[in-house]
């Protein structure tokens, strides 16, 4: 059989394509590297979920390879000796089943860095070939098909909306929220409260959340959280024009004479080879490994890779986390009964740095740490001289960390600066199990980042110390966030600068298109996910209009 469209992966960036295309009557299939898994599957079980790879391989099997700077020289570190993983959800709906849901919109300035700031050193910073307001009624519509909770609010970088407010009311909120409300009103700070794209109320087969405390890193047992699998796949499946083959990974990517691909090979859970042929491919493996396909897959017509003779697949890579400030609050800051209440969201974020006067700042995202008990209880084994603890003297202070205290973060996002040292490669002396080079990720950052970073960091210890937080630590870092992934094939109107033109198709392959965050020329200072999302949309629309014309 050839099908209309080949789709791989199933996150973000893919589930708006199967959900429009498979309505549209077109005939999909999708190659996932996972598993397929429903509500009833998921466990809040920290030992099954999250210190062990149940959705990702093990590093000992299929792992990266990390180029730092060390020592004057570039030095490569296979993820299998650091433990440093940079899968993040090999099921059906990808990592988006396990994100926190923090959905803030980039805003029209991000769409043209360059004009605005100009270009800065030793960087590749450029606009994007489109604007905020072609993106507007996208970040809309995944507002009500997704579905993203929150309260629209006035300050100084608000976005321009086409609707008044967001379709589902706010999530409900711990009470230490009016403890940070309050240090930001004296400190002149603004402080919004998070979109979240988790439901607060029913919607079609998805029930609201329940606050069961357990969101980033778990799947959702309710279908509250706006993962691709329960938004959007589960819907499109009712078409019957879905053909979902789990297990699927997909290795190479197959090129006729007249420079299309023709086919996918895939290998099964045993490691056998099989085929899909299909009129148009449309790749969202995340950005990493959707470079690592494109580069694998060398032909004739593409000697370096697929829809890589201008060299530009893998390039820019792009991260969006700065670092994360802590600090521990106890019955001393707000009575015991409130601060423990579980499963409530602090949901605030300050953007009054959104942009600067010189450079572009970033976001302050505010959340209390992950639940994750055995976690949070292992940085209690060593004492302030790096000494071991144990017996009851660590009894008594898991004890206290526990019930008698919590920790509240705030994580800084910013707009990671592209430059020539963060990229994505091969190199055929790593491979994987199956005998398939893995992908090389060099973290190469731009001072820019750290200057971001650290005058973020000043801001968040000024409110941690207003709130009279106690052991407030921050801990500052260029090195990228695994799960936060962009770049790698940016979209652009210069077929000898971009991978891809202004509707995410190849520039070089006229039937594929890549739909995952490696498009992405520059981040914003949020994360990523709602604008795959939002963008995925777009090119399904861009497909569905011209179809026939793109498979000729």
């Known amino acids: 059989m050839i099908y209309d469209v080949c789709v791989i992966g199933s996150g973000a960036g893919a589930g708006p394509i199967i959900y429009e295309l498979s309505r549209n009557g077109l005939s999909i299939c999708v190659l996932e590297k996972?598993?397929?898994?429903?509500?009833?599957?998921?466990?809040?079980?920290e030992i099954a979920v999250v210190r062990r790879p149940i959705y990702t391989p093990s590093l000992k099997d299929e792992y990266h390879t990390i180029e730092e700077f060390v020592e004057g020289s570039w030095q490569k570190f296979p993820t299998y000796e650091t433990a440093w993983s940079f899968w993040n959800g090999n099921l059906l709906g990808g990592s988006s089943n396990f994100m926190s849901g923090y959905f803030h919109r980039?805003?029209?300035?991000?769409?043209?860095?360059?004009?605005?700031?100009?270009?800065?050193?030793n960087s590749n910073i450029v606009d994007w070939p489109i604007s905020y307001d072609d993106m507007e009624k996208y970040y809309e519509k995944v507002e009500r098909i997704v579905g993203v909770s929150g309260e629209?609010?006035?300050?100084?970088?608000?976005?321009?909306?086409?609707?008044?407010?967001?379709?589902?009311?706010?999530?409900?909120?711990?009470?230490?929220?009016?403890?940070?409300?309050?240090?930001?009103r004296e400190l002149n700070y603004k402080t919004i409260k998070t979109p979240r794209a988790i439901l607060s109320r029913q919607k079609e087969h998805r029930n609201p959340c329940y606050y069961s405390n357990y969101c980033g890193s778990y799947a959702c047992s309710s279908a509250a959280k706006g993962s691709s699998r329960a938004s959007l796949i589960k819907d499109a499946l009712v078409t019957n024009n879905v053909k979902i083959i789990p297990n699927a990974f997909v290795i190479k990517l197959n090129t006729s004479k007249d420079k299309k691909i023709e086919s996918?090979?895939?290998?099964?859970?045993?490691?056998?080879?099989?085929?899909?042929?299909?009129?148009?491919?449309?790749?969202?493996?995340?950005a990493v490994e959707t470079s690592r396909l494109l580069l694998n897959s060398k032909d004739e017509n593409?000697?370096?890779?697929?829809?890589?003779?201008?060299?530009?697949?893998?390039?820019?890579?792009?991260?969006?986390?700065?670092?994360?400030?802590?600090?521990?609050?106890?019955?001393?800051?707000?009575?015991?009964?409130?601060?423990?209440?579980?499963?409530?969201?602090?949901?605030?974020?300050?953007?009054?740095?959104?942009?600067?006067?010189?450079?572009?700042?970033?976001?302050?995202?505010?959340?209390?740490?992950?639940?994750?008990?055995?976690?949070?209880?292992?940085?209690?084994?060593?004492?302030?001289?790096d000494e071991l603890v144990i017996g009851e003297k660590l009894q008594n202070s898991i004890?206290?960390?526990?019930?008698?205290?919590?920790?509240?973060?705030?994580?800084?996002?910013?707009?990671?600066?592209p430059n020539d040292n963060s990229f994505i490669s091969v190199d055929e002396k790593y491979k994987d199990k199956y005998g398939i080079p893995v992908a090389n990720i060099r973290i190469g950052s731009h001072e820019q980042d750290l200057k971001a970073a650290n005058f973020l960091k000043e801001k968040a210890l000024k409110v941690f110390e207003k709130m009279g937080g106690k052991d407030i630590v921050s801990i500052i870092s260029a090195l990228p966030s695994s799960n936060l992934q962009a770049g790698g094939c940016r979209f652009g109107d210069n077929p000898k600068t971009s991978v891809l033109n202004k509707y995410c198709q190849s520039h070089e392959v006229s039937n594929l298109f890549v739909t995952d965050g490696s498009f992405m020329p520059t981040g914003g200072s949020v994360p990523f996910t709602w604008t795959i999302y939002a963008n995925s949309f777009r090119v399904a629309d861009y497909i569905k209009e011209n179809f026939e014309n793109i498979i000729i």
Request: aromatic share 12%; charged share 25%; net charge neutral.
């Open 34 to 45: 996972g598993d397929i898994y429903n509500e009833k599957d998921f466990s809040k079980d």
């Open 264 to 286: 996918a090979i895939y290998l099964t859970k045993d490691g056998s080879k099989k085929e899909i042929k299909a009129k148009l491919f449309v790749i969202a493996a995340q």
């Open 399 to 417: 004890f206290e960390r526990l019930t008698k205290t919590r920790t509240l973060n705030m994580e800084l996002f910013l707009d990671w600066t």
């Open 106 to 121: 980039l805003k029209p300035n991000d769409f043209k860095l360059a004009s605005t700031y100009g270009i800065a050193q």
């Open 302 to 385: 593409f000697p370096k890779g697929l829809a890589n003779n201008s060299g530009n697949v893998g390039k820019n890579f792009l991260s969006s986390s700065g670092g994360i400030v802590s600090a521990t609050f106890d019955e001393s800051n707000l009575p015991l009964k409130d601060l423990l209440a579980s499963g409530l969201f602090v949901n605030r974020s300050i953007m009054d740095w959104y942009y600067s006067e010189k450079f572009k700042g970033g976001t302050i995202d505010i959340l209390f740490e992950h639940a994750n008990p055995i976690r949070r209880a292992s940085f209690l084994r060593y004492d302030e001289n």
């Open 152 to 184: 629209v609010q006035e300050y100084e970088f608000v976005e321009p909306r086409s609707t008044k407010d967001f379709p589902y009311a706010p999530l409900q909120e711990n009470k230490i929220v009016e403890l940070i409300d309050k240090a930001c």
